[in-house]
């Protein structure tokens, strides 16, 4: 095996470990919207129905604020005409669901956790109720960011590697030709 070939050799393996290395990072640092919401996936998307629509009825959730204070904050859920419950704060705006409020409301922080009932939109409650907690507030104004410089670090990453491995390619084209056709000595 010639240097050439080796080094060839080399730059492919050393490629295949940096790619595999920003694919581990983004994985790492990025990760799901899932993994991170707090929530799990059932009841991500809970989706609650009605029976009376126009009637309101209010739903207090207790927020526990990073310095352990508690506080109690009136959620209303609302009963559309097309017969789904749509919540809605206190000061006035709406969201569709659990995720549309974590992600949207004014109201709370990241820091902040959020007591409810697991079930949360639903406004027909029987027996015993299971409640959940989660933050009060989802990241999603700030994680394309991470997703973005990511995605660029790996661009490079790949486009640099690349064109590494091309130049280090025709080199080795280069010497094995030089290689096979040898000179004649000039008389």
Not at 4 to 32: D, K, M, N, Q, Y
Not at 158 to 173: M, Y
Request: with cysteine.
């Amino acid at each position: 095996m010639s240097a050439v070939e080796a080094t060839t050799r080399v730059s492919g393996r050393a490629l295949g470990a940096a790619i595999a290395i920003a694919l581990i990072f983004l994985a790492v640092a990025c990760g799901s919207a899932a993994a991170s919401s707090g929530v799990q996936a059932p009841f991500a998307t809970w989706q609650s129905h009605c029976a009376s629509p126009g009637k309101v009825y209010s739903q207090k959730i207790l927020v526990t604020h990073k310095g352990k204070r508690f506080e109690w904050i009136t959620l209303f859920l609302v009963c559309t005409p097309k017969r789904s419950v749509a919540i809605v704060d206190h000061e006035g705006r709406d969201y569709r669901d659990l995720d549309d409020f974590r992600a949207n409301n004014k109201l709370l922080s990241e820091d902040d956790k959020i007591t409810l009932p697991r079930d949360f939109p639903s406004v027909e409650r029987s027996g015993n109720v299971e409640l959940m907690t989660v933050s009060g507030h989802t990241g999603t104004s700030t994680s394309w960011l991470r997703w973005l410089g990511g995605g660029a670090a790996l661009v490079l990453l790949i486009g640099g590697g690349g064109i590494h491995w091309l130049r280090a390619r025709r080199r080795s084209v280069r010497a094995s030709a030089s290689d096979a056709d040898p000179q004649e000595p000039s008389l």
